[in-house]
């Protein structure tokens, strides 16, 4: 099994039987993969990022999990459906081919990934999407509010210490 690592996937036009049929050919979702949208304007980079979500959406794949679609362009900065980055060298380094053999213990643990890569193929990512998001807001929130708690237990502590040293 060969270690996941970046590839690039040329792209000829934006059709959406082709860019399904392109996914299924090159596996993607089953590897780290990056696109290059060498396109200036952002309205046409925009269409060509919302035909490679529907592409995605027909095969039910995951932009993100387990494997990374990142779009590289200099048109857009961000994108609600994929990862854009601006260029190659913001390419996250752990997926960058790191040319070695791999140790026993490092050939298991990838044989665990592979594994766990077709439990999370399974699952509906949108539904666990919605409920990060959830998750993330309440984290946020209760955050806040134990901030807010400490800040007040710490000023409390301050004030009982300065009330014993004025009764001292």
Request: net charge neutral; with cysteine; glycine share 0%.
């Amino acid at each position: 099994m060969k270690l996941p690592v970046f590839e690039e996937l040329e792209l000829d036009h934006f059709d959406l039987q082709y860019l399904v049929q392109k996914f299924k050919d090159h596996k993607v979702g089953e590897a780290p993969f990056y696109i290059d949208l060498k396109c200036e304007d952002p309205v046409r980079t925009h269409d060509f990022i919302s035909s490679l979500h529907k592409a995605l959406l027909a095969l039910r794949i995951d932009p993100e999990f387990p494997y990374p679609l990142i779009i590289i362009s200099k048109a857009i900065s961000h994108s609600e459906f994929l990862p854009v980055i601006q260029s190659i060298t913001e390419l996250p380094s752990h997926f960058i081919n790191q040319t070695k053999r791999l140790k026993p213990k490092e050939q298991s643990l990838l044989n665990k990934t592979y594994i766990l890569k077709d439990k999370i193929r399974n699952l509906d990512m949108p539904v666990i999407r919605e409920q990060k998001v959830a998750n993330e807001k309440l984290n946020r929130e209760l955050f806040a509010v134990t901030s807010e708690a400490a800040f007040y237990e710490q000023l409390l502590s301050t004030l009982k210490s300065r009330v014993k040293d004025d009764r001292v």
